[in-house]
């Protein structure tokens, strides 16, 4: 998840919340270490003013797990 | 910053910093940290009303010469800044009548500045010598031969910091990171979450600024769940003679909007005319996870003080009450090797929500969500030109709005046989029941 910092007035409820403790408070305001978050969505979900996204971090990485899907069978289309 | 302290304080709140600036003041070499880098900034919603009526959490709280005078504890805590004095707290239907609680002569609570409270206390802990690390979080405490082990985290650090003393306390807060760590967190009972978003409007056209109001039923936000409220308060930095600004919030369960919900009710809610020239000048936000009380708020020798050990809150006052009282019962203990004591019992015979049957009866009060807003309306068409004396304290405005209603039970009965049931079913719904809706 990403935080927008302009929408996040800053109540810090949302770092005590998540499991991972991805959550860190700067400048009064939050922001998830990236590499920590594992899109729970615990803090989208509690943040009162909706100020918590989800930003896919890899979408590269996305597209490469789907390439190398050793159990896709190229017969079947969507 | 050293190792070692004699005590550590997680959070820095009113409780977290009254205890450190009261152990402090008895020599202690006391460390403090929050997460916040500027402590006395208040982004999380509250009211700050002073509540005073008398016995509230077993303490009589009084302005005297502007300050807080807190009667039977013994003790004054500093405020330079402006009250409001607020003499009604109604309860009103989307229709726009009132279930009022009113006390003109003390008034029925006094909103004041948090900020300036929170900038005087720290001012003093400083003074009394406590390190303060700010953007610090506090992650774990653990009882260790002799003291405790508390773990903190830098907000600009990946790795944990160990630090050594004789007593933690953990201040951080309703959903606190610390208390979640003690075995004590297992003996809670958890009911459900609640979000709040809330803005500071200026330029409201307005009609009650004696008043909290708190809006009930449905037809106040888009989805017809969550609550909102009003309350009148100076800005932190409002001179002499500014006027106050108008605090709007809005609750809801986790799942609902809350910020949507708080638009809605501004631009399209029943009173929607009172704000079309409102200027938000601060946003603030909060979520609540609702949890019994702890019990019994010592675990080895880490302390858990304020909001961290009750359900919902302690109030900021109690909050300092409690804190002023944890510190006194530590310093007896490390003078004695017994004093904590003192503290726990002190909790669970004042916190009110440590007491059977005490967080249904709160939130009875507040949520009415059996009862159609046509129903609301009528019954507050009832007692619309009354005023019942009370204040605005949740344990105790629910049974006076439970008289009020009652009053009129004969003359409901009559007209309205099935409001009527639907009432009386309504004090006896559950604590799960009235969260859940
Ligand atoms: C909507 C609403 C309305 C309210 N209205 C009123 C009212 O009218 N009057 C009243 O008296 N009270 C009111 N309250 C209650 C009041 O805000 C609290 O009871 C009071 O602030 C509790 O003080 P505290 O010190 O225990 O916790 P807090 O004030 O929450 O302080 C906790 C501190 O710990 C810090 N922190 C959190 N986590 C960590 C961590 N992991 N590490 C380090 N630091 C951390 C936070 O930044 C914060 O500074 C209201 C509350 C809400 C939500
Ligand atoms: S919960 Fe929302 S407003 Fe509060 S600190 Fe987190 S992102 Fe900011
Ligand atoms: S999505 Fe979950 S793991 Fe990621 S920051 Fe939010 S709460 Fe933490």
């Known amino acids: ?78 | 910053m050293k190792d070692i302290y004699d005590i550590v304080v997680v959070g820095a709140g009113p409780a977290g910093l009254m205890v450190a600036k009261e152990m402090a003041a008895a020599g202690q070499d006391v460390l403090l940290v929050d997460i916040k880098k500027d402590i006395p900034l208040i982004n999380r919603s509250c009211c700050t009303m002073l509540i005073n009526e008398p016995n509230t959490h077993g303490e009589t709280v009084h302005i005297v010469d502007n300050n807080l005078h807190f009667e039977k504890t013994g003790f004054t805590v500093k405020y330079s800044g402006q009250f409001v004095k607020l003499v009604k707290s109604s309860r009103l239907s989307p229709g726009g009548y009132k279930l009022t609680m009113a006390n003109e002569k003390e008034g029925v609570a006094h909103p004041y500045t948090k900020e300036v409270i929170l900038r005087d206390l720290l001012q003093e802990a400083v003074q009394n010598g406590v390190d303060i690390l700010t953007e610090t979080a506090g992650i774990k405490a653990e009882n260790i031969n002799g003291g405790v082990k508390v773990y903190l985290r830098s907000s600009h650090s990946r790795f944990l910091k160990e630090v050594r003393c004789k007593i933690a306390f953990a201040a951080d807060g309703v959903n606190s990171q610390i208390t979640r760590g003690l075995k004590l967190a297992k003996q809670r009972k958890y009911f459900g979450s609640y979000r709040v978003a809330s803005y500071f409007l200026d330029e409201v056209d307005y009609p009650y600024w004696d008043s909290w109001i708190t809006c009930v039923g449905k037809g106040h936000t888009q989805l017809g769940r969550g609550q909102i409220y009003m309350v009148p308060k100076y800005l932190p930095n409002a001179k002499p003679g500014d006027k106050p600004i108008l605090d709007v919030f809005c609750g809801s369960p986790i799942g609902v909007p809350s910020k949507q919900s708080l638009d809605w009710c501004l631009q399209e809610g029943p009173f929607n005319e009172w704000f079309h020239n409102a200027k938000i000048v601060h946003k603030a936000a909060c979520v609540l996870n609702f949890y019994t009380c702890i019990m019994n708020p010592v675990e080895g020798n880490i302390v858990v003080v304020g909001d961290a050990a009750s359900f919902i809150e302690t109030y900021c006052q109690s909050a300092l009450v409690y804190g002023y009282r944890a510190a006194q019962a530590a310093l007896k203990q490390l003078d004695t090797g017994k004093g904590y004591e003192d503290y726990s019992t002190f909790w669970r015979e004042s916190f009110e929500y440590c007491w059977p049957g005490e967080i249904e009866k709160a939130l009875q009060g507040f949520g009415l969500h059996m009862i159609s807003d046509e129903e609301l309306d009528y019954i507050f068409s009832l007692t619309d030109k009354e005023e019942y004396f009370g204040y605005v304290s949740e344990n105790t405005a629910p049974r006076v709005m439970k008289e009020a209603i009652m009053s009129h039970i004969d003359q409901i009965k009559k007209e309205r046989p099935e409001t009527a049931k639907t009432i009386e079913k309504h004090w006896q719904s559950s604590a799960e029941d009235i969260v859940q809706a």
């Open chain 1, 1 to 78: 998840m990403v935080v927008d910092r302009e929408e996040c007035v800053g109540c810090g409820a949302c770092v005590n919340l998540c499991p991972r403790l991805a959550i860190r408070f700067i400048d009064n305001k939050s922001y998830i270490d990236q590499v920590s978050c594992i899109e729970c969505g615990t803090c989208r979900e509690s943040c009162g003013v909706e100020a918590i996204y989800a930003g896919c971090r890899f979408p590269d990485i996305v597209l490469l797990n789907f390439a190398n899907n050793p159990y896709a069978d190229d017969t079947t289309t969507i």
